[in-house]
């Protein structure tokens, strides 16, 4: 504990004299998220200066080893080292599906040469990465994939097409399910990972309903990947997909919360039929947080169920959409506005029509209740 | 959030394995009704519960209690509501020992109740909804004492209990909170109706009638029995919060076996998509109630400022999906479910019963958009 107290104070001090004003604030849009990358163009000099002292000192990932790019801290370290940037109102000097999906992906399933390559650029935040697992005919039944890999003896010759690719458009390398054998659909698949800007890769953005595109179509043309670029064993890549679709939804659950706290509170429903509504949805809301909570812990000891995060995916984002149903009820015609300034260009609606993905994407909600009918509650057929 | 010690598994496991013991529906809860005994609950497993120092999980050590807190009381009262155990654990090892903690009454009953012989009870509705607040039930001075009259309901076990801690109005006016004052009303003061309710457990209704009380019938002070009444009245939603979490996990856990033996259309129903989804839908919802119920109890054990909030949004959630469990249980064992032969139904019954102690959920909701400012 003593050691832990120490750990504190010099987190704090060290924070204190290096954590740029600037990065103090909250972040007020998706722009203040630094992503790093090749093309990666910082806001600010501040935000610059931020990621460069964090990942000097391996604080980009903190319980990384620190062969790898990482600070390594333990469970215990890690905590404190959030709680000091709470503390102050650091911004995290980097994210990326780098860190919250490949990285876990790389330290459980890599080679030691694969780790030391990749995991210590994504800790640098040098790489931008996207993640290449749906296709038109791959959604929900996702190992029914058929971007196909076909094995050229020094490298494998890579055809076909994924579809909602975040920042496909944006990101330097992407991680991709192709299948390498078509004898079995699980038991088929391999993990690649290679540079979009091979030869034959190419990317067309999506419009969403919300008017943005945050994903994009992504086309494989005669892309020669080199052979060592295959993450675990040929043809076993559906375990390093499962295990990463874990992280993500661990991700994702977290997001019904969204820091949103009470919606009562934020948004002072006059209406006393809405006001019972919001009241209700408040106690959902809050019981998920003391639910998100429990989880974390739970799964640091080791005690929650392999599938609980299904649960928590399911839970959360359904919750977050009856958020966003809400906040649009309560703003009534002034939550209609698209692009004035006075709705910071349509902030409300392009969030809620937005959240309805939330239960599509990593998983539909629908692919959430079977897994746990049949991991947790062990239905029969399921 | 932490998760339990050592110490509190331990206290779990012994819950758990005494009530499915000795507390099952079979040995308890039918074989009471069936006899349509007074309490409604056997006074020998309340013996056991002394014997094993529960009756005292929240007495002072120094007065010979456990001296723990919400957590540990929430532990049992989950195992309690699993097994539908009649007891008088909630309103007296929880509820009334907590409101008399550091009177002259504790030292009173505390050595009944840590012997399993006392019954303590706590009476506070006047109405059908729970409105603490509302308190009108009049105490007047008079000579060295008080006289009461009015009248309470849904005075959980009351009708069995040695004491019962009851609110009264010493002055204001009903819906507000200065001037309320609790007192030590001795067995047979009051009128009693022994009321049977739905699950047929008992909750009396009592009459107060010119009913003189010495003045140290009073509990604390006089005009301030707003604090220690919210205190054990948030340590009894609390408990009611995990008792409702032990009654959705119970009668889930039978809905899901059923729904891995039925069998028709030459199927297990639980092969059904429509049943699966909605049974994963339920898992979830309780586990969440239980983190929500947790978090509560670990609230008031630290003392937290926004513990009131996390009481009432534990009993409101829990409540809810108590609900959800129940009727999903019986629509899901189709006819089966309507007879009272299935222990099913009386899950579905101690759900109402439990439901509307302390504030229903409507109440709670309200208290989460109070505390929360709107």
Partial sequence: MADLDSFRADTRAWLEANCPQEMRTPMRSEGDYCWGGRNWSFQSDAQRQWLEVMAARGWTVPDWPKDYGGGGLSADETRVLKEEMARIGARLPLVSFGISMLGPALLKFGTEEQKKHYLTQIARGEIRWCQGYSEPGAGSDLAGLQTKAEDKGDHWLVNGQKVWTSYADKADWIFCLTRTSSESKQGGISFLLFDMETPGVSTKPILLISGNSPFCETFFDDVKVPRDQ??????????????????EREMISGMGLGGGGSLGAATRPADPMLRAEIAAFDVDALAFQAMSERFTALWKAGEAH???????????????????????AAGGSDALEWDSERSKTGKAPRDWLRSKGNSIEGGTSEIQLNIVAKHILRLPGA | MTLLTDDQKMLQETAASLLAEEGSIAKQLRHWRDSDCYDGFGHALWKQFGELGLTGIAIAESHGGLGLGATEAALVLEEIGRNLTPSPF???????????????????????VLAGEVVLALAVDEGPHHAPERTALEAKRQGNGFVLNGHKQFAVQAASADMIVTAARTSGAPGERDGI???????????VENVHLADSSRAARLAFDNVALDADAVIGAIDGGWAPLSQALNAGRAGVAAELVGVAAGASAMTFDYLRTRQQFGKLIGEFQALQHRAAHLYGEIEIARAAALKAAGALDSGDERAELWVSVAKAKAAGVASLAVREGVQMHGGIGMTDEHDIGLYMKREAVLGELFGDLHYHRGRVAELSGY
């Fill in chain 2, 181 to 191: 004052t609790l007192f030590a009303v001795p067995k047979d003061a009051a009128a």
């Fill in chain 2, 90 to 112: 909630l309103t007296t090892a929880v509820v009334a020992a907590r409101a008399i903690a550091g009177s002259a009454h504790g030292e009173r009953w505390y050595p009944g």
């Fill in chain 1, 230 to 247: 295959v993450v675990g064993a040929v043809n076993k890549g559906w375990d390093v997909a499962k295990y990463l679709l874990g992280h």
């Fill in chain 1, 306 to 328: 392999p599938a609980s995060p299904s649960m928590m995916k399911y839970a959360g984002t359904e919750l977050n959409k009856r958020r966003n149903e809400l906040v649009m």
